[in-house]
């Protein structure tokens, strides 16, 4: 038995491990804090009280019964502390005195090779993420049900405080303050429209004296511009020709997706979210089937594995050239930054040869492409093309500086 979060992962992984295995999903989590009530014995270290989710009883019960006459037991739920949280609550509502062996799997791609390699290695359910689960929820609850009646005397009834958009919204309010009491100080800048040949471009003064101009008024400005005007040909002192290389961009985290995604296609990051679940979890590609097409969403490392990071370099050779290739092979990711939790890979195209267009036929075949299928393939294109640029050499800019001494 392989029990999952959603029908759509059960759908690619049934596929991909065959009839000897039975695949089910939870739909989410299966217990939780009670409503009505703050159910955390504050007293008691804080001991929270779970019962099963209104509506979930029968979920419940058809996952208890499937455990029931199963050889092994696989929680396969997705790779984070929520995941790890809802593993360890099943576990506890299904697991029995000489029962089935009850293991954890992490699928951070859901690719045939990537769910097998994860059957075969699968280990137990890591207690440290389950805790990290529950402080984040109990923190939820006791700020919630703490803070919320104090904001209805105060400030309206019906609103309520959150443990993390209360936190942003101070630093908000604290940042619309420092605005507030900025006093504006007066700068003037200074530029020439220049023409050669029927090129224009623009000229900058950078300096007076051999120092940076600090011009601040109108009448300071017009002094200068009047004492340049006198020279009606600028002539050339001093001109510089240099080669600039700028790296290429690492492969995307889950909030740089969001912010390229905002940026270049208007997705909020609800969608790209949405929309990236739908990529990971796998969509119906004709005679494949259910395909996993992106690595795990939710990560803060921009790590690639040297197998793919090899197998995009080989895409970019034969379609790109080995001059557009960077010298060596770039990995990414520090494992000794303390802020970044390494568990995931960057997100990335599980197959990086399968290219935006092969996915877009493949949807089009079943139909009329709908205006999800047009904003996921959107969505796997960003994804792809930034992860083939990060195995790419530096791109090469040639800059000129051109200096005019008016005396």
Not at 57 to 77: G, H, Q, Y
Request: proline share 4%; glycine share 6%.
């Amino acid at each position: 038995l392989v029990i999952v979060e959603s029908p759509a992962k059960a759908k690619t992984i049934g596929k991909y491990l065959g009839r000897n295995y039975r695949v089910r999903a939870t739909i989410g989590h299966v217990r939780d804090l009670p409503e009505k009530k703050m159910g955390i014995d504050i007293e008691n270290g804080f001991e929270p009280d779970y019962i099963t989710i209104p509506g979930k009883e029968k979920t419940v019960a058809e996952l208890k019964s499937a455990a029931r006459d199963s050889r092994e037991i696989f929680l396969a739920t997705d790779p984070d502390r929520e995941g790890e949280a809802i593993a360890w609550h099943v576990a506890e509502q299904i697991k029995r005195k000489n029962g089935a062996p009850i293991r954890r799997v992490l699928f951070h791609e859901i690719t045939k090779d990537a769910v097998n390699a994860a059957i075969a290695n699968a280990g137990s359910i890591d207690t440290k993420k389950v805790d990290a689960q529950q402080a984040r929820r109990v923190l939820d609850r006791l700020v919630g049900y703490k803070a919320s009646p104090v904001l209805w005397k105060t400030v309206k009834k019906g609103i309520s405080a959150g443990r993390v958009q209360t936190v942003a919204l101070r630093l908000l309010v604290e940042r619309e303050r420092e605005i507030r009491a900025f006093k504006p100080v007066e700068y003037w800048t200074i530029q020439a429209q220049m023409e050669e040949h029927g090129q224009e471009f623009t000229a900058k003064l950078h300096h007076i004296d051999g120092k940076k101009p600090t011009i601040g008024n109108e009448a300071e400005a017009k002094r200068i511009v009047d004492e340049v005007s006198k020279n009606e040909t600028f002539t050339v002192t001093d001109l510089k020709k240099r080669e600039r290389r700028k790296n290429p961009s690492a492969p995307f985290t889950t909030s740089t997706l969001q912010q390229e995604a905002a940026k270049r296609l208007g997705y909020g990051s609800k969608r790209t979210m949405r929309l990236a679940q739908d990529l990971y979890e796998g969509l119906e590609l004709g005679e494949e089937g259910a395909v996993g097409l992106i690595t795990y969403m939710r990560t803060d490392s921009t790590r690639v594995s040297p197998a793919a990071a090899e197998q995009g370099r080989e895409f970019v050779r034969v379609w790109y050239g080995a001059d557009h290739l960077s010298t060596a092979v770039n990995l990414y990711g520090d494992s000794k930054s303390k802020n970044t939790q390494d568990a995931h890979e960057c997100v990335r195209p599980t197959d990086p040869t399968r290219r935006p267009d092969d996915l877009k036929r493949l949807l089009a075949k079943r139909g009329k492409l709908g205006k999800d299928d047009e904003a996921r393939v959107k969505l796997y294109e960003l994804i792809w093309r930034r992860f083939l640029a990060s195995q790419m050499a530096p791109a090469v800019f040639d800059t000129t500086t051109i200096d005019f001494d008016l005396g």
